[in-house]
């Protein structure tokens, strides 16, 4: 059981908190990502122990780092349902992909997964300044696209039958987002302004 | 000069005069003399001694990650020799800020006009290449020479640290000079 002490939120949203990671959190993160109904979808096809996590995490990060993660923390619940990252960061260009881990199923179709990936964009966006924000899912991942179109991505391209997923091949999915677009979108996100008026009063 | 082994350069950034290359532990002697030459790391603000061992190791494969600093060898085409080096220093990836460093190494191609030269290459590739927003130089006073040579290629004076080094004897100021990538690419 995670307790609320250990919870270090980085950024703050409506229902969730995207906070630090900590070792405590890698037998969740092993349950999450071997679960067949998420696993399937985003193809983890070799079993993934705790150690493997721990292993990851005590790994020292260059700087900039390659990878960005943090944990998603539902704060009415107090419990941890997810992670978040920014992965295969590339800094001269200026471009991202996000990944997306709703770990606990029960709250799959409840928008946490929006709220998280628009906090994310706006972190992604306003202040590690990138210029692109990419995602890519498989077309069976039904939840992942969605929230990739509700917070206002592009599907760029679609790579036909791209990945073996219970025993047939499934289309893959590449959505996209860039800066300015972002701008404009993130209006529509009420907590994301309400950040804002915390950053202008410091 | 004679150039005993007749080596392969491999130019990475190509000019009318000079080339810049990547740099090469096997001349690592060589950078060794220009690092550590007396009035060349008087303008560089080096005071202290670089061994082989480190140069070697500073300009060997680089580690893990985007690098801090990226280096170049000014290999001079008429004359093949490398006579210095430069490159980015303190490189923020995620501000995309990083500071020009140019070292003529050679003392005989100082007032060539090569430093401008090398400079708009190096400042292109950074622009063009790897996308910074801004880059900076700082120039310790007096150095009349770098100065003009910022001054020429656009740098805008943006500060003054007051005697920021120890240099001869004395302290003396830093004046910081940048160039941002809007205004290189207007020009």
């Known amino acids: ?171 893959e999915y590449q959505y996209s987002m860039f800066k300015d677009e972002w701008q404009q979108k993130r209006k529509q996100f009420k907590f994301l302004l309400s950040n804002d008026e915390v950053k202008i009063s410091e | 000069m004679e150039e005993k082994n007749k080596k392969i350069i491999t130019p990475f950034l190509k000019g009318e005069r000079v080339d810049l290359c990547p740099t090469n532990v096997e001349n690592a002697e060589r950078y060794a003399l220009w690092i550590n030459n007396p009035e060349g790391r008087l303008y560089a603000r080096n005071p202290l001694p670089s061994s082989i061992e480190e140069i070697k190791k500073k300009y060997g494969p680089p580690g893990e990650g985007m690098p801090e600093e990226i280096s170049f060898e000014i290999y001079h085409k008429k004359d093949k020799k490398p006579i210095g080096l430069t490159g980015f220093l303190h490189i923020n990836w995620l501000n995309r800020n990083a500071n020009l460093f140019i070292n003529i190494g050679e003392v005989e191609y100082w007032g060539r006009g090569l430093a401008e030269e090398v400079a708009k290459l190096v400042i292109q590739y950074g622009f063009e290449e790897l996308n910074f927003h801004k880059i900076f130089t700082s120039i310790f006073t007096p150095n009349e020479r770098s100065l003009r040579v910022a001054k020429k290629i656009g740098f805008v004076y943006e500060c003054t640290l007051k005697e920021e080094i120890f240099v001869n004897g004395k302290f003396v100021d830093r004046e910081k000079f940048a160039l941002f990538k809007y205004d290189w690419l207007n020009k």
């Open chain 1, 1 to 171: 059981m995670i307790e609320e002490k250990e919870i270090a939120p980085f950024i703050e949203g409506k229902n969730i908190s995207l906070v630090a990671s900590n070792l405590k959190f890698i037998d969740l993160y092993a349950k999450w990502d071997n679960d067949p109904a998420f696993r399937h979808v985003s193809r983890n096809f070799i079993p993934i122990s705790p150690e493997a996590f721990k292993k990851f995490f005590e790994k020292k990060q260059p700087n900039p780092p390659n990878e960005i993660f943090l944990n998603i923390w539902h704060k009415k619940d107090q419990k941890l349902i997810g992670y978040i990252a920014f992965n295969h960061i590339q800094w001269a260009n200026a471009i991202a992909g996000i990944g997306l881990v709703i770990g606990e199923k029960e709250y799959w179709g409840k928008d946490v997964g929006t709220e998280a990936v628009a906090l994310f964009l706006d972190y992604g966006f306003n202040e590690l300044s990138f210029f692109k924000i990419t995602g890519s899912m498989f077309h069976v991942n039904v939840g992942s696209w969605r929230v990739a179109e509700k917070v206002g991505m592009t599907r760029e391209i679609v790579l036909k039958k791209q990945a073996y997923v219970r025993g047939e091949y499934v289309d």
